[in-house]
C-alpha cells in the first residue's frame, strides 16, 4: 500500500510553468513506477507521462511532449511534474499515481494506486 499527496497546482497563465510534485508514503518508493494522469471537465481521465522506478525510462502524451519533464528522488519518495508553455487546454486536475513494474518499464494503463488529486487552472 501507498499513500500519494500531490501538491503544487494552482492558477497560471497561459505559456506560464509550474512544477507538480507527489510524496509518497512507505519506504519502497524506488518500487513504483511512477506516472501522472488529468482529467478535464467533462473529459475522460487520461495519461501525461511515466517514469520508470530508477527514472531511466520516461513516457510522455504527445499533448506534453516536448514542454513537460516527468522526475523522480527516490531519497525523498517524491515524483514531479514540470510543465512549461501551458495552454487552457492544460487545466485539469492532475493525479500521482504508482504501480508494479520492472526497472525500465513505464505504462500508460492499469495503475494500482492514485492520489487526491491537484487542479491546475490555465487562464487564457
Known amino acids: 500500500q501507498v499513500h500519494l499527496v500531490e501538491a503544487g497546482g494552482g492558477l497560471v497563465q497561459a505559456g506560464g510553468s509550474l512544477r507538480l510534485s507527489c510524496v509518497a508514503s512507505g519506504r519502497t518508493f524506488s518500487s513504483y513506477v511512477m506516472a501522472w494522469f488529468r482529467q478535464a471537465p467533462g473529459k475522460e481521465r487520461e495519461f501525461v507521462a511515466a517514469?520508470?522506478?530508477?527514472?531511466?525510462?520516461?513516457d510522455y502524451a504527445d499533448s506534453v511532449k516536448g514542454r513537460s519533464t516527468i522526475s523522480r528522488d527516490n531519497a525523498k519518495n517524491t515524483v514531479y511534474l514540470s510543465m512549461n508553455n501551458l495552454e487552457p487546454e492544460d487545466t485539469a486536475v492532475y493525479y500521482c499515481?504508482?504501480?508494479?513494474?520492472?526497472?525500465?518499464?513505464?505504462?500508460?494503463?492499469?495503475?494500482?494506486?492514485w492520489g487526491q488529486g491537484t487542479q491546475v487552472t490555465v487562464s487564457s
Open positions: 499515481v504508482a504501480g508494479f513494474a520492472s526497472e525500465g518499464v513505464t505504462y500508460r494503463r492499469g495503475y494500482d494506486y
Open positions: 517514469i520508470s522506478r530508477r527514472g531511466s525510462s520516461t
